[in-house]
């Protein structure tokens, strides 16, 4: 038998092996002996598996899968449950032996036999649990199975499904609570009084809705028409945010396909992205759940004044840009999941730009006029936080002037060297931004406590973080 092990197991069982040698030894024993039993014992031998092959592959059971995931999408480090249910949709019937095709991160792929043992209705089920430290979108299966034939003589693998896309988002980080809101309050919600004419006679009204609070009934106009109207100079606003993130190849220096990041699932090829590029996509994530926590609606650009999201291929809606409630922030994590770096000689798609002597993106296509019309036509209806890479001097002055159409601007540049960013954060400040610069082994909430409202002035604080949290400006 140890003998047997050496031949291919994708064409033949041991026993198919087995008949087919002694097939072959029958037929030189009745070549020299010339017995023409043994010479039909040898044809016999020889074609019973040849058969069995041919027929387990031109008569192909056929099988329906279902996959799926418990929770998804999922976040980094969170285990998602993976729920199968396999059933047979055709002809045949027997076992076959089954194994879920999964990527190399999550380890050995499962195998199982089918049917299962509490198999009911036909329907076979079963489950297993998967992680992953890192985000981005990954092929999960096909389920390849192996058939064989009623006399176990040939052995058939092949695929029954076509997989489906497991989507791992970042995880959020809970930051400390920071004065971004100004005049409008950390609660995420404006009152904002507005009123026709000084004579209360004269207020707005409107009638009476279920859920308007009885403080709110105006008499006067209650008596006037007969029936209950309540006023209308009060009206609750919700803050807007403003979130651009840097995406730029240039600006993360060391970006590698390999080392980082997850897989994009369309391409099957590694995410470009590099150690700051994802403590940047996990300072976005969770400044947005911060954000949104707190009411606001958010809206995400990159430094061209696009949707952040439009070269994601996670993005449910990649020309979207503005995202509010808790869907919104799920569709925002699930763009995030394999957002990757971008640059001019990173696809067809992206514009051919200008370098400056310093060997990154500058010119009219980063923070340009098409950038700052987006922040004017929301001119201080909220904060604007930038998540940055390494910029330039040119690119901090082009960028200068956003803060002036913001109720508070916020500024984080995270670089393998924070120091060699000290002048591009002078002008971002000289500008009216507070702006950090901070390396990816400071954590992001210490990096967002820069921010603290009660903190130090914009010029001096990033001295004090970087003593006390290991921070450099």
Not at 37 to 55: E, K, Q, T, Y
Not at 232 to 239: D, H, I, K, L, R
Not at 291 to 313: H, I, K, Q, V
Request: charged content about 20%; aromatic content about 6%; overall charge neutral.
């Amino acid at each position: 038998m140890p003998l047997l092990d050496r031949f291919p197991r994708h064409l033949f069982s041991q026993r198919g092996w087995g008949l087919l040698a002694a097939g072959a030894v029958s037929l030189v024993a009745a070549q020299i002996m010339g017995r023409r039993d043994l010479l039909s014992l040898s044809v016999l031998l020889i074609v019973l598996p040849l058969v069995a092959l041919a027929g387990i592959r031109l008569v192909k059971p056929r099988f329906q899968v279902y996959r799926e995931f418990n929770p998804s999408p999922v976040e980094t480090d969170a285990a998602t449950t993976v729920r199968l249910a396999v059933a047979r949709s055709g002809v045949g019937g027997g076992r076959a032996i089954m194994e879920e095709k999964l990527p190399a991160r999550f380890g050995e792929s499962p195998a199982f036999r089918f049917p299962a043992r509490s198999a009911t209705g036909g329907t076979s089920r079963y489950e297993y649990h998967l992680r992953s430290a890192r985000r981005g979108q990954y092929l999960i299966g096909p389920v390849t199975a192996e058939f064989t034939d009623p006399f176990g003589l040939s052995l058939h693998r092949q695929a029954i499904d076509d997989g489906d896309i497991l989507t791992v988002t970042p995880a959020a980080v809970e930051l400390p609570v920071t004065g971004l809101a100004g005049a409008r309050g950390n609660d995420g919600i404006t009152a904002t009084r507005i009123r026709a004419n000084p004579s209360d006679d004269d207020v707005m009204t409107r009638g009476y809705r279920p859920g308007d609070p009885m403080r709110r009934v105006h008499w006067a106009a209650t008596a006037r028409h007969g029936a209950l109207m309540v006023r209308q100079e009060e009206s609750v606003t919700t803050p807007e945010a403003t979130v651009i993130l840097d995406q730029r190849f240039a600006a993360f220096p060391g970006s590698s396909g390999s080392g980082f990041g997850g897989t994009s699932a369309q391409d099957s090829h590694e995410m470009l992205s590099s150690s700051t590029f994802e403590w940047a996509v996990v300072a976005a994530i969770s400044i947005c759940t911060h954000l949104a926590e707190r009411n606001y609606s958010l809206r995400l650009l990159d430094p061209r004044g696009e949707p952040a999201f439009l070269r994601s291929p996670s993005a449910p809606e990649p020309e979207a840009e503005e995202f509010t409630g808790a869907s919104g922030l799920l569709s925002i994590a699930e763009s995030l999941a394999a957002i990757h770096l971008s640059g001019p000689h990173h696809g067809a798609r992206e514009r051919h730009v200008a370098r400056d002597h310093g060997g990154q993106e500058s010119g009219p296509d980063v923070f340009d006029d098409q950038l700052m019309d987006k922040l004017s036509a929301h001119r201080m209806r909220g904060p604007i936080i930038a998540v940055l890479g390494r910029i330039s001097m040119a690119e901090a002055r082009a960028l200068a002037p956003g803060a002036g159409y913001g109720a508070n601007a916020f500024a984080i540049i995270v670089s393998e060297k924070p120091a060699d960013s000290e002048e591009a954060l002078e002008t971002l400040r000289r500008g009216g931004w507070r702006a950090v610069a901070v390396p990816a082994s400071v954590p992001v909430p210490a990096a967002w406590s820069h921010f603290d409202q009660g903190g130090a002035a914009p010029a001096t604080a990033a001295a004090d973080v970087r003593r006390g949290a290991g921070v450099g400006r």
